[in-house]
């Protein structure tokens, strides 16, 4: 990726998602209230990166069948 501060971004998303299925932190109300906090301030970027880097990945993708379909 080329923006590696909204990567980071991303990763304490993903973060957040497996603390969200943690099941201290669903018993511990004030800890999920924060987890839930942070997650939804971060879900519009996060989401947006996530999407960003499955189309260059399909770019990437179709680049190299492009090249593969061009060799002689």
């Known amino acids: 990726m080329k923006f ?3 990567q ?3 990763d304490r998303y993903e973060e ?3 603390e969200l299925q943690d ?3 669903l018993a511990n ?3 999920l209230v924060e987890i839930q906090r942070e ?3 971060l ?3 996060a989401l947006a990166v996530r999407e960003y880097n499955n189309r260059a ?3 990437e993708v179709a680049q190299e069948m492009l090249e593969e379909e061009s060799d002689p």
Do not use: H, R
């Open 43 to 45: 879900a519009k970027v």
């Open 29 to 31: 109300t004030s800890k």
């Open 4 to 6: 590696p501060t909204l």
């Open 57 to 59: 990945e399909n770019i």
């Open 16 to 18: 957040l998602e497996k």
């Open 8 to 10: 980071v971004k991303l």
């Open 39 to 41: 997650y939804g301030g």
């Open 23 to 25: 099941p201290e932190v």
